[in-house]
């Protein structure tokens, strides 16, 4: 065989490892055929390329803004990225254009001035070609500085250096994308980056089932946090899960994950003392992040997956032993109490105490992407995507009872697209004292025919259902 050839098929192996067991869930959502023309864009091209115009400085009337139109044709991963921030008077959000012609894809950042009413655009950086796949899509961060950072490209990153981390730049100036940093990588690999920053200004990212902090002064450590089969690498069946940080804690969930969609169980652990060790939920289990979680048995189920076994941990972790899918998200209640929703059944979990308890929000909603939120004044907020009775349907939820009752909204009905479709949500106030915003980041296509086609990234900011 001759060279050339045999680098073709190694290089169509790996891909088809990343791609047929990748570590974030990608779902597949039913294909409508009806069609939606009420988009509508409300921007207008400046004389320069790089900054568009908003008709309106707020979009309160739930129509979407249409930012852009080169987006990643997928969408299935980025809702599992850490997605809109809202720092200094400012919205900052992160996308992956489509394909270039060599495959490989650029990084944009956004970022929307309330003062001025503009939102403008920077190319953040080029994710080499390493597959076609969602995963190399941008989370996006503001520090304790106002600094902003972007970390993409962690199948570029892991195929193509030997520092198996997702790159990242840092803007040059606080609360501005007008320029970068030299690109730079997280030492230990991760996909569908997730976290934030702790009250000492540490960065904390979670990912693959691995853990990696960098602290005030830029050094990393990093540590594959829970064992599992794959010891938490690339291209083999990772987790479903979700990071918050709230109050100086960290919380983790987490779902042994197949790479098609199905998980098993449902667990969680927290760190107060900025990741060194970790607990349950109610701190009777413990382990330090040196040593990780080990799994207590592995179960070869051929109906999960044909090769691997999925890991079972102490039952001291566990929120559920049901299956998983989706994207559960955490939250902390006024009174202190951890939540978890899932989007299984749609249900929300609570620890009461003593145990976990759930309660279905609604039993008719069959949502595939979920994020929860607690307002500063104790509102739980949640937004979905999920299959309406004619069209793809984007829905609030709001909670004033601790999640005993709830408000429905419908924001959008947001009509047929070809493939997966990404919702991401981020929430803040503009400037100190003013109300809580939501901002949702929408990617997907419509009407469209062509295999690859570009999705649109749209946008939508409003203040949180009173």
Known sequence: MKKAAYWTLIAGFCFFLILGYSNCSEFKPKTDPQSDSNLNSGLELDSTPQVLLVTSPIIENLQLQILAKDGWYGGATEFQHSGPVIANGKIFIAYMANDNADRSHNIYAMMYDYINGKWTKSLVAVAAASGNDGHNAPSIYVGPSGFVEVFY?????YLLTKNPGPFYKVSTKPYSIESWETEQNVPIAMNCINGGYTTDGSLHLMGNLNHAKRTPDGVWTSTNLIKGTNGGAL??????????????????VWSPYNGNGAGRRLYLIKSTDNGKTWTNINGTASFSAATGLN?????????????????????????HKENEGGNPTIGVLKDGTVVVLDSVLFRLWKWNGTTWVSTRVNSNENPFETSLHVAADGKIVIHITTFGPTYYEIVEYTSRDNGTSWQRQLLKAIGPEQKNTALEVGFGAPFQGQPERA?????GRFNQVQTLPPSEIMFLDRPISK
Do not use: E, M, R
């Not at 048995?297 to 929120?319: A, C, G, Q, R």
């Not at 901002?439 to 990617?443: D, E, F, I, K, N």
């Open 235 to 252: 291209g083999l069946p990772g987790a479903i899960q979700d990071t918050l940080i709230h109050n100086g804690v960290i919380y983790f």
């Open 439 to 443: 901002l949702l980041q929408w990617s």
């Open 295 to 319: 799994t207590s048995t592995t179960i070869l189920d051929p109906n999960w997956h044909s090769t691997f076994p999925y890991p079972v941990y102490d039952d001291k972790y566990v929120i």
């Open 153 to 157: 490209g962690s199948l570029s990153a």
